[in-house]
Nanobody
Framework: QVQLIESGGGTVQAGGSLRLSCVAHGRTAGDSAMGWFRQAPGKEREFVAAINWGGAVTYYADSVQGRFTISRDNAKNTVYLQMNSLNPEDTAVYFC????????????????????WGQGTQVTVSS
């Protein structure tokens, strides 16, 4: 079993930046692919970004490509999401995810692909 604890959410003005962190407890995070999803009020949960077990392969949603960067530090069992040039459409609860596999691909964009979910952290971008 893997427990994921997110932090770093908050309120920021449009154009600002935030960095989310997610620490994995219960197993070595370096074995798992990890990622982020988000859910805005009244909307379905959507894929944001994913990273493979070693950190060499990343994948982003079109809506965040070029603004968000996912990275990981396996020594700390932690994955990060650096979010720049934030806009009000980025407002959502952000969820950290992990799975039992180490690789990522097109299926990484689906919620059923991921085995473990964090509780979420709120990100609010004001205009």
């Amino acid at each position: 079993q893997v427990q994921l604890i997110e932090s770093g959410g908050g309120t920021v003005q449009a154009g600002g930046s935030l960095r989310l962190s997610c620490v994995a407890h219960g197993r070595t995070a370096g074995d798992s692919a990890m990622g982020w999803f988000r859910q805005a009020p009244g909307k379905e949960r959507e894929f944001v970004a994913a990273i493979n077990w070693g950190g060499a392969v990343t994948y982003y949603a079109d809506s965040v490509q070029g603004r968000f960067t996912i990275s990981r530090d396996n020594a700390k069992n932690t994955v990060y999401l650096q979010m720049n040039s934030l806009n009000p459409e980025d407002t959502a609860v952000y969820f950290c995810v992990a799975d039992s596999l180490g690789t990522i691909g097109r299926t990484s964009t689906t919620t059923r692909r991921w085995d473990f979910w964090g509780q979420g952290t709120q990100v609010t971008v004001s205009s």
